[in-house]
């Protein structure tokens, strides 16, 4: 049986180490300016952020009543309205200045960078 | 036996309460799958004084009926995912640990739950971009898993001379 001093190393050796992950994740660079709009493990769209030159919005409907507003802008892109019910989608702010996939648990929907992209459907789409 | 009903009964009722208010409180972090995981404390609780099967059967009651309640399949997933991962964990990890170190067991619950619930993002988006989010989880799941652990041990300690069974 491990003494509580033990554990309480354990668990802050995993905090820092977890902590560190997450700075580094959060402030690397992002390599490409493509995006992709992903749900249910299927690309919607491919969008290069670069070439956006005027702001626009569209919607997206989940095919169960539930749907969300994008939003692209030069150089970035973000949910800017949603029906869900926790909207942690249009809390998450703008890719890329926010590095994290925008994730839509409730409406299965995902908003990334194609150097996280690791999808077979990326894949297909590529090949296409 | 019908007081053992009626323990569990009775727990799986504060635990659906708590649940359910929590649903309430709007995320004050917007990042998927942090939240403060209150109903944990009952299942810590029933873990250590109930039993494992008794703990068992409150866990998936409440996952199930807590779903139900708030009307969402999706969440159903990730709870039953994220549940039996910190169940495993904490039932496997019960035997190390001294009625005075609990709050590790939830700690360490907590993360699983955080794990599981990955595991099914991951099964469920097929793709590892959202392992983004591994890290932030974990913090999380320490920091929650505390708090709720914490919770539990004050309990256990204050009820510790009431029998369960």
């Known amino acids: ?128 | 036996m019908a007081k053992r009903i009626s323990l569990d009964a009775l727990l799986l009722a504060i635990a659906l309460i708590i649940f359910v208010l929590e649903a309430q409180i709007p995320p004050l972090i917007p990042i998927p799958g942090v939240k403060l995981g209150l109903a944990n404390i009952v299942t810590v609780y029933a873990l250590f004084r109930t039993g494992a099967r008794d703990a068992f059967a409150i866990l998936i009651c409440r996952i199930l009926l807590g779903c139900i309640f708030s009307g969402q399949i999706m969440a159903l997933l990730f709870s039953l995912g994220g549940g039996l991962f910190c169940f495993g964990a904490m039932l496997l990890l019960k035997r190390y640990l001294s009625e005075k170190q609990l709050w590790i067991c939830s700690v360490v619950g907590a993360v699983f739950h955080n794990l599981g619930q990955m595991t099914v993002a991951l099964l469920f988006f097929q793709t590892t971009a959202i392992l983004a989010y591994l890290p932030v989880l974990i913090i999380s799941g320490i920091v929650t898993g505390a708090f709720t652990g914490i919770c539990a041990q004050l309990l256990i300690n204050r009820l510790g001379r009431t029998r369960a069974r």
């Open chain 1, 1 to 128: 049986m491990w003494q509580t001093k033990t554990w309480l190393r354990l668990i802050a050796a995993v905090l820092l180490l977890c902590v560190g992950l997450t700075v580094w994740l959060a402030t690397r660079p992002a390599a490409s300016t493509v995006v992709e709009i992903v749900q249910n493990g299927t690309v919607l769209q491919r969008i290069d952020l670069a070439a956006v030159t005027e702001e626009y919005s569209f919607t997206v409907s989940d095919g169960n009543g539930g749907s969300n507003q994008i939003t692209v802008q030069p150089g970035r892109i973000c949910i800017s309205a949603a029906d869900c019910p926790d909207l942690i989608c249009v809390h998450h702010g703008w890719l890329p200045d926010n590095r994290a996939p925008i994730v839509c648990l409730p409406h299965q929907l995902m908003i990334l960078s194609v150097d996280d992209a690791t999808t077979d459907a990326s894949i297909d789409a590529t090949a296409q």
